[in-house]
């Protein structure tokens, strides 16, 4: 089966950011999660920067903030603004989440030796960032 990959980013739900503000602080956590993988074999990020631009797919996610500082503390690159215009300093905004195949899915209850790039059922449940 052919892979259908995609870059997952978390957006916070739980505070209110303006649609200028927001494609910032989703650039920002991308930069963070390509930068973080250097050095890093990541066979699913190395093929999706080989995708051809107009049919690479980046998913923005609503999230709760809970959620989101959940995976900070397990290492997924974060951004937090710096409080300069219109949130609160520290905020933290969106996570990214890494880059998935789609058609890969993930019961929460296998190891994660089992299946590899897994999408966890949590995160097949959150709804598309409006």
């Known amino acids: 089966m052919k892979k259908?990959?995609?870059?997952?980013?978390?957006?916070?739900?739980?505070?209110?950011?303006?649609?200028g503000k927001l494609p910032s602080q989703i650039g920002h956590a991308i930069f963070r999660y390509i930068t973080s993988q250097k050095g890093k074999e990541d066979k699913n990020l190395e093929e999706y920067l080989n995708i051809d631009d107009n049919?690479?797919?980046?998913?923005a996610l609503s999230c709760p903030s809970s959620r989101l500082e959940s995976l900070e503390q397990k290492g997924y690159p974060v951004q937090r603004d710096l409080?300069?215009?219109?949130?609160?300093p520290n905020t933290l905004t969106t996570v990214c989440?890494?880059?998935?195949?789609?058609n890969v899915y993930r019961d929460d209850r296998l190891n994660s030796s089992e299946v590899t790039c897994e999408i966890p059922k949590w995160l097949k449940r959150l709804r598309l960032y409006q």
């Open 4 to 19: 259908d990959l995609a870059l997952y980013i978390l957006v916070n739900k739980d505070i209110e950011i303006s649609k």
């Open 55 to 59: 049919k690479r797919r980046i998913i």
């Open 83 to 88: 409080g300069l215009t219109e949130l609160s």
């Open 97 to 102: 989440y890494g880059v998935l195949d789609r």
